[in-house]
């Protein structure tokens, strides 16, 4: 400790480092902790994710950002939800939205109201009983009204944006509250001899920078975590066998929808992510069952807009570190696992590893270890969570290709075996309280890739089919009738929040 100072040092930059700092900033004792944060500008960043979840507004909120300020910025739009394209079978499309689907009608919740109705061949498709999802489908774009009664009311949404730019955005907010950056390449980490823990890290200019507790946001080589500590990860690439992705850039089109676009390939899938200024495409695939240069190939000849510079590929592995906090050393961001963006849960991840991290924030230089053994029990969780819907997305389709042959064969983890029983049977989903991705996420993905229940809850059969029927078509009316009263997201967009030409 510097004095009577508890010494947090993050090390890397970046969205995962700059978020951290920027929370320390906004909610830490500046009389109790010291934070500094180590980067070089001599090392870059992976920096492709550009697309978030609703949960990115909480994070925002909590730091107290103004919403108008940081969407110019980061050249931010707005996103309701994710399409997928061609999962399923070719030719089908589907949301994932950002929002509830329907609203209550009897003693059942709505999805059972609406199996019993689509059994029987009288229910319109489930996503007419959504409004975001309709919203977003006509490019249009409004705020919850706040009101809890009306349909306009029953979503959240996220951001799209340049996640170069809000890390920058973010270190100039932190570093004006007093977050201490120190520029320098890290050459060596001294452990201490007698329990392992770091105590400091040591720079090429000669500097050291000790401290009583770090952060590594060193992204995949994990400098503190798994270069230094050791600790190893869980790999995951037999469920979920992408290893590398194709990013490009490119201008952007007259297509300026609020919502994220993933388009199954042969070998992987597509996202395609519109910002103010440009539009953000990746090919996420297996290297194994295409070329890195076909991959290219395919990402160019299906952008909707003029590319604005070559392909880069990136590697990777998804899986997840073994321990999200070892010794005196949480791991965040890449540095802490990976899985791929196809929800869009990498910021996600960042962010609740860093609340907890504030909950758990030792009082002294001893932690006490039932401290790391809370957040690597909460982490693993959200981890074990996301990987499983993330799975779901791959087994539920009918392609003929190689990789999408092997992944509908594979044998999948109980966790999740055990939820495509229960929806198939009842259309049962849990709903848990800790973990991402609650029941309407699962309703969405298992009905869009043609996993359907057998039966509706017995709950659903007491009001008769005629009373449901009528509910349901003057539901989809209100919902139908509601999306075109908001404004097209492009104008919405320019009355709100217009972000300078870079």
């Known amino acids: 400790m510097m004095g009577d100072k508890f010494d947090l040092v993050i090390v890397g930059g970046g969205t995962a480092g700059w978020m951290c700092a920027a929370a320390c900033a906004a909610k830490l004792d500046r009389s109790r902790f010291r934070v500094r944060l180590v980067e070089s500008e001599e090392i870059g960043t992976v920096g492709v994710g550009e697309a978030t979840l609703p949960q990115m507004k909480d994070f925002n909120d909590f730091l107290g950002l103004d919403e108008v300020e940081f969407m110019k910025a980061t050249q931010a739009t707005f996103k309701l939800g994710i399409e997928f394209v061609n999962w399923g079978r070719e030719g089908d499309r589907y949301v994932h939205p950002f929002g509830t689907y329907g609203r209550p009608i009897g003693e059942a919740d709505f999805f059972s109201y609406w199996i019993r109705a689509h059994l029987a061949g009288t229910a319109a498709p489930l996503s007419d009983y959504c409004f975001p999802i309709v919203t977003a489908l006509q490019n249009r774009f409004m705020l919850p009204n706040g009101d809890a009664n009306d349909v306009r009311n ?153 590319a604005m510079a070559e392909p880069r590929v990136l590697r990777f592995k998804a899986c997840k570190r073994e321990k999200a906090w070892a010794h005196n050393c949480v791991a965040m961001g890449l540095a802490s696992g990976f899985l791929e963006p196809l929800e869009s849960t990498s910021i996600y991840l960042v962010q609740m590893a860093i609340m907890h991290m504030l909950t758990l924030l030792p009082s002294g230089p001893a932690i006490d270890p039932a401290l790391p053994a809370e957040l690597n029990r909460v982490m693993d969780i959200e981890y074990d969570r996301i990987r499983d819907f993330l799975i779901l997305h791959y087994v539920a389709n009918e392609a003929d290709a190689p990789l999408w042959e092997r992944v509908t064969t594979m044998a999948v983890p109980d966790t ?87």
């Not at 105590?199 to 080589?221: M, N, P, T």
């Not at 676009?261 to 200024?277: N, V, Y």
């Not at 075109?484 to 967009?493: G, L």
Request: hydrophobic letters at 40%.
């Open 154 to 306: 029953a979503f959240a949404y996220a951001y799209q944006f340049d996640a170069f730019l809000y890390a920058r955005y973010l270190r100039q907010w932190a570093e004006a509250r007093g977050i201490e950056r120190v520029e320098g390449r890290i050459v060596d980490v001294e452990q201490d001899s007698e329990t392992g823990d770091i105590a400091a890290v040591k720079l090429a200019s000669g500097a050291r920078i000790a401290g009583d507790l770090f952060v590594d946001c060193s992204g995949f080589r994990g400098l503190l975590m798994a270069q230094t500590l050791g600790v190893g990860i869980e790999d995951w690439s037999h469920w979920l066998p992408c290893d590398s992705a194709a990013a490009v850039p490119s201008a952007r089109s007259a297509d300026f929808h609020p919502y994220t676009r993933s388009t199954r390939r042969k070998a992987g899938w597509q996202w395609r992510i519109p910002l103010q200024h440009r539009t953000g495409n990746g090919y996420v695939y297996s290297s194994g069952d295409i070329s890195d240069d076909e991959a290219a190939a395919t990402l160019l000849a299906n952008l909707d807009g003029e």
């Open 416 to 502: 999740l075996a055990g939820k495509i029983d229960r929806f198939r049977h009842r259309g049962h989903v849990q709903a848990y309280r800790d973990g991402l991705f609650g029941p309407p996420s699962w309703q969405a993905v298992f009905v869009g890739q043609g996993i359907e229940p057998l039966a509706a809850d017995r709950l659903a059969d007491v009001l008769p089919a005629a009373t449901v029927d009528e509910r349901l078509q003057n539901l989809a009316a209100t919902i139908a009738d509601a999306a075109v009263t908001a404004p097209s997201h492009a104008d919405f967009i320019a009355r709100y929040c217009p972000a300078p030409v870079p």
